[in-house]
T-cell receptor, first 110, second 114 residues
Framework: AQSVTQPDIHITVSEGASLELRCNYSYGATPYLFWYVQSPGQGLQLLLK??????LVQGIKGFEAEFKRSQSSFNLRKPSVHWSDAAEYFCAIAGFKTIFGAGTRLFVKA | DSGVTQTPKHLITATGQRVTLRCSPRSGDLSVYWYQQSLDQGLQFLIQYYNGEERAKGNILERFSAQQFPDLHSELNLSSLELGDSALYFC?????????????FGEGSRLTVL
């Protein structure tokens, strides 16, 4: 069965600091992987996706993610966080259906 | 703006009642997905329609039903409502039949059951 685990419920980083949000998945084949962001009162918006090829993928808003098959991970990174990045981030895996992780809420402190 | 429209944005009703949530997908998208988001359950996949046909089913209760009409809009019907049905219900659309494409989400319908 496919599943997604985001081990961190919430993370706090200082503005300007680097960020890494963790995502681990379980799937029997090479998955389609996504990161979505949800700002308060909004729907989810796609940040980036991985289907195949280069394991380091670039997304919008300066985010990137690296697919590591050996670790079944797809961690999201940003070198320098801005206050506007405060939101909830969801990792998702798509096979027969799209399954979302529980989400990681990012707090940014000044 | 994702191009996906959901109505109503907010809905307050009583236990035992029935409500209908409506979704208009992005222009050209044939797939519509419904998700339920609550604090304790997270984002749960309910059901997917593709071009009017049910394509995949998730954790949808028997009290809930959905359909997609010929104009591709979709409705999610929730009946015999319970307090635990209070949640944010999202509709998403995609241009793919399978679950491999990007999902475009509406802003959600917040349901409060009192």
């Amino acid at each position: 069965a496919q599943s997604v685990t985001q081990p961190d419920i919430h993370i706090t980083v200082s503005e300007g600091a680097s960020l890494e949000l963790r995502c681990n998945y379980s799937y029997g084949a090479t998955p389609y992987l996504f990161w979505y962001v949800q700002s308060p009162g909004q729907g989810l918006q796609l940040l980036l996706k991985y289907f195949s090829g280069d394991t380091l993928v670039q997304g919008i808003k300066g985010f990137e993610a690296e697919f590591k098959r050996s670790q079944s991970s797809f961690n999201l990174r940003k070198p320098s966080v801005h206050w506007s990045d405060a939101a909830e981030y969801f990792c998702a895996i798509a096979g027969f259906k799209t399954i979302f992780g529980a989400g990681t809420r990012l707090f940014v402190k000044a | 703006d994702s191009g996906v429209t959901q109505t109503p944005k907010h809905l307050i009703t009583a236990t035992g009642q029935r409500v209908t949530l409506r979704c208009s997908p992005r222009s050209g998208d044939l797939s519509v997905y419904w998700y339920q988001q609550s604090l304790d359950q997270g984002l749960q996949f309910l059901i997917q329609y593709y071009n009017g046909e049910e394509r995949a089913k998730g954790n949808i209760l028997e009290r809930f039903s959905a359909q997609q009409f010929p104009d591709l809009h979709s409705e999610l019907n929730l009946s015999s409502l319970e307090l635990g049905d209070s949640a944010l219900y999202f509709c998403a659309s995609s241009d793919r039949q399978g679950a491999t494409g990007e999902l475009f989400f509406g802003e959600g319908s917040r349901l409060t059951v009192l």
